[in-house]
């Protein structure tokens, strides 16, 4: 029995194992992170090497939001979104309201303000006012908003589109009253009818009032001239001569009725004392009476002396002191 061919038998055999173990090798490797996967218990192969599964995300709820008119604007005009304070019916504090700015070609955002309604809820009032004028009209929005709010979930406002349409047509008839350029309009004259009657009533009431005041005055005037005796010698002096002897004596008569008795040079103190209105005159009535004395005793010519004067201010001082 020859033993050679067994010998080379035997190498030809071993590629082939090898190649099957690196098989067997491959195919294990390549089921492990099945295995790990349907096992999910720890302490397995392929287990650490896993991702954990993300969080779930919380839902999204539209706020409360009541919106403007979506149709019908113009230049100038202010629209307002009022948002509910309010998430899952309970109150929320703003932190950060919109900061009041430019949004877009077409809108101003003013500056957020707090309400509160007839049922006490709290809202967020967003005014957004057109500072453009389209040529036609124009479909425009209202941005979308995320209002963060002080532990809570954001107030979510979704965009709200509108309509702003031109202030005129680009084009007119050109029919009629229907014209590019209108021609100025006269201003009609404010109605003056009951201005002017009430301005006459007025001035007949003024006038009525001073007439009245008038008559009162010149009455008393009248009737001081006939009850005082001072007025009285005053009227009488206007119409002579202060040297004839009827100016005199028509002012002694004066003094003598002012002190209801007759009075002379020696007794005028006595009579100063009883009209002290009088006693700032007292040095002018003494040289009355000293040329008085003269001009009937003396029997010579009498001085000049200003008879008018003391008459005058013999009436002022009555007059002052019966007012």
């Given at each position: 029995m020859?033993?050679?061919?067994?010998?080379?038998?035997?190498?030809?055999?071993?590629?082939?194992?090898?190649?099957?173990?690196?098989?067997?090798?491959?195919?294990g490797?390549?089921?492990?992170?099945?295995r790990?996967?349907?096992g999910?218990?720890?302490?397995?192969?392929?287990?650490?090497?896993?991702?954990?599964?993300?969080?779930?995300?919380?839902?999204?709820?539209?706020?409360?939001?009541?919106q403007?008119?979506?149709?019908g604007h113009?230049l100038?005009d202010v629209?307002?979104?009022?948002?509910l304070?309010q998430?899952?019916?309970?109150?929320?504090?703003?932190?950060?309201?919109?900061?009041?700015?430019?949004?877009?070609?077409?809108?101003?955002?003013?500056?957020?303000?707090?309400?509160t309604?007839?049922?006490?809820?709290?809202?967020?009032a967003?005014?957004?006012q057109?500072?453009?004028?389209?040529?036609?009209?124009?479909?425009?929005?209202?941005?979308?908003?995320s209002i963060?709010t002080r532990?809570?979930?954001?107030?979510?406002?979704?965009?709200?589109?509108?309509?702003v349409?031109?202030?005129?047509?680009?084009?007119?008839?050109?029919?009629?009253a229907?014209?590019?350029?209108?021609?100025?309009?006269?201003?009609?004259a404010a109605?003056t009818?009951?201005?002017?009657?009430?301005f006459?009533?007025?001035?007949l009431?003024?006038?009525?009032?001073l007439?009245?005041?008038?008559?009162?005055?010149?009455?008393?005037?009248?009737?001081?001239?006939r009850?005082?005796?001072?007025?009285?010698?005053?009227?009488?002096l206007?119409?002579?001569?202060?040297?004839s002897?009827?100016?005199?004596?028509?002012?002694?008569r004066?003094?003598?009725?002012?002190?209801?008795?007759?009075?002379?040079?020696a007794?005028l103190?006595?009579?100063?004392?009883?009209?002290?209105h009088?006693?700032?005159?007292?040095a002018?009535?003494?040289?009355?009476?000293r040329?008085?004395?003269?001009?009937?005793?003396a029997?010579?010519a009498a001085?000049a002396?200003?008879?008018?004067?003391?008459?005058?201010?013999l009436?002022?001082?009555?007059?002052?002191?019966h007012?």
């Amino acid at each position: 029995m020859k033993r050679g061919p067994c010998v080379r038998v035997g190498r030809v055999a071993r590629p082939w194992r090898r190649r099957v173990a690196v098989l067997a090798l491959a195919l294990g490797s390549t089921a492990l992170p099945w295995r790990a996967a349907a096992g999910g218990g720890a302490g397995k192969p392929g287990v650490a090497a896993s991702a954990p599964a993300p969080a779930p995300t919380a839902a999204v709820t539209p706020a409360t939001v009541e919106q403007p008119r979506a149709f019908g604007h113009v230049l100038g005009d202010v629209l307002t979104q009022r948002v509910l304070l309010q998430h899952a019916g309970r109150p929320v504090d703003v932190t950060t309201p919109p900061a009041a700015d430019r949004v877009g070609l077409w809108l101003e955002r003013r500056p957020a303000r707090a309400e509160t309604d007839d049922q006490g809820r709290r809202w967020l009032a967003l005014d957004y006012q057109v500072v453009n004028a389209p040529r036609a009209l124009n479909t425009l929005s209202l941005p979308a908003l995320s209002i963060p709010t002080r532990g809570g979930a954001p107030l979510v406002l979704p965009a709200w589109p509108i309509s702003v349409g031109p202030l005129t047509p680009p084009e007119v008839a050109g029919q009629g009253a229907l014209q590019p350029l209108r021609p100025d309009r006269l201003v009609d004259a404010a109605p003056t009818a009951a201005i002017e009657q009430r301005f006459k009533g007025t001035l007949l009431a003024l006038g009525v009032v001073l007439l009245a005041w008038l008559a009162w005055w010149s009455g008393r005037n009248w009737r001081e001239s006939r009850r005082l005796p001072f007025a009285r010698a005053w009227r009488e002096l206007r119409r002579v001569d202060a040297a004839s002897p009827e100016a005199w004596l028509s002012l002694h008569r004066a003094v003598n009725a002012s002190a209801g008795r007759v009075v002379h040079g020696a007794s005028l103190s006595r009579w100063l004392d009883e009209r002290p209105h009088l006693r700032p005159l007292q040095a002018q009535l003494e040289g009355f009476y000293r040329h008085s004395s003269e001009r009937f005793f003396a029997g010579g010519a009498a001085a000049a002396y200003p008879l008018h004067a003391l008459g005058r201010a013999l009436r002022d001082a009555e007059r002052q002191q019966h007012r």
